[in-house]
């Protein structure tokens, strides 16, 4: 009885749910979570959904997550395409210690993690597909002071003063990292899409095009690295 009414007091001031039960589903999966890891949306599952598009059946890429934090698209896309072989990359080893006891529980092996920023953490490889959802909410937005982003890891929301830092940095980063005709797919701001084209034109990509999530923002944009 005390830790129930300990649970709706903590619900009461706006923690989230899915820290207090300690599970959310994202793409069928029951993932574990922490405060150590952003909560997965519902849009993200958009993310997965344009990244599978991308990955044949029977493909035996490499594919990356990069900040993975629990380890949801990662993990979404190592249960759908089993010859795949995923590396997922975060900061946090705290984080990363939660995507790797679900990778366990939910008996994915054919997915791994490795901890640093972005690309630092990678094997010296080239991948067919790079996924991530990045911090990119504006460091002055006051939305990160309300509701549940008032308890989610603020390293993982932040992108800088135009919320856009993290994202420029995966864009630049993508052709030394990417096979030719390998795809970069990222979750950005609802305002947002329009600079992420222009910044994977630049950098040589084509293909490009962007999703709407069930809200119909603009919440997704991939492109692929000409050959």
């Given at each position: 009885?005390?830790?129930?009414?300990?649970?709706?007091?903590?619900?009461?001031?706006?923690?989230?749910?899915a820290?207090?039960?300690?599970?959310?589903?994202?793409?069928?999966?029951?993932?574990?979570?922490?405060?150590?890891?952003?909560?997965p949306?519902?849009?993200?599952?958009?993310?997965?959904?344009?990244?599978?598009?991308c990955?044949?059946?029977?493909?035996?890429?490499?594919?990356?997550?990069?900040?993975?934090?629990?380890?949801?698209?990662?993990?979404?896309?190592?249960?759908?395409?089993l010859?795949?072989?995923?590396?997922?990359?975060?900061a946090?080893?705290?984080?990363l210690?939660?995507?790797?006891?679900?990778?366990?529980?939910?008996?994915?092996?054919?997915?791994?993690?490795?901890?640093?920023?972005?690309?630092?953490?990678?094997?010296?490889?080239r991948?067919?597909?790079?996924?991530?959802?990045p911090?990119?909410?504006?460091?002055?937005?006051?939305?990160l002071q309300?509701?549940?982003?008032?308890?989610?890891p603020?390293?993982a929301?932040?992108?800088?003063?135009?919320?856009?830092?993290?994202?420029?940095?995966?864009?630049?980063?993508?052709?030394a990292?990417?096979?030719?005709?390998?795809?970069?797919?990222?979750?950005?701001?609802?305002?947002q899409a329009e600079?992420?084209?222009?910044?994977?034109?630049?950098?040589g990509?084509s293909e490009?095009?962007?999703?709407?999530?069930?809200?119909?923002?603009?919440?997704v944009?991939l492109?692929?690295?000409?050959?």
């Open positions: 009885h005390a830790v129930f009414e300990q649970l709706v007091a903590a619900r009461c001031v706006g923690q989230p749910l820290y207090l039960t300690g599970m959310r589903e994202f793409w069928s999966l029951p993932l574990k979570l922490t405060r150590d890891t952003l909560v949306r519902p849009e993200t599952e958009l993310l997965v959904q344009a990244a599978l598009t990955v044949p059946a029977d493909a035996a890429w490499r594919l990356a997550d990069l900040g993975t934090g629990s380890g949801a698209i990662a993990l979404a896309l190592a249960s759908e395409r010859l795949c072989r995923v590396t997922a990359t975060d946090s080893t705290r984080a210690d939660v995507a790797r006891e679900n990778a366990a529980r939910l008996g994915l092996g054919n997915v791994e993690f490795r901890r640093g920023d972005w690309y630092a953490a990678l094997p010296a490889t991948y067919h597909l790079i996924a991530s959802n911090p990119y909410v504006r460091a002055a937005d006051p939305h309300q509701g549940d982003l008032r308890f989610e603020w390293r929301l932040a992108g800088g003063a135009d919320g856009m830092q993290a994202l420029r940095q995966i864009i630049a980063g993508a052709p990292w990417l096979v030719a005709g390998g795809w970069l797919l990222l979750e950005h701001g609802f305002d600079a992420v084209r222009e910044l994977l034109a630049a950098q990509f490009i095009s962007s999703r709407q999530d069930l809200s119909g923002h603009v919440r944009t492109g692929q690295l000409s050959r």
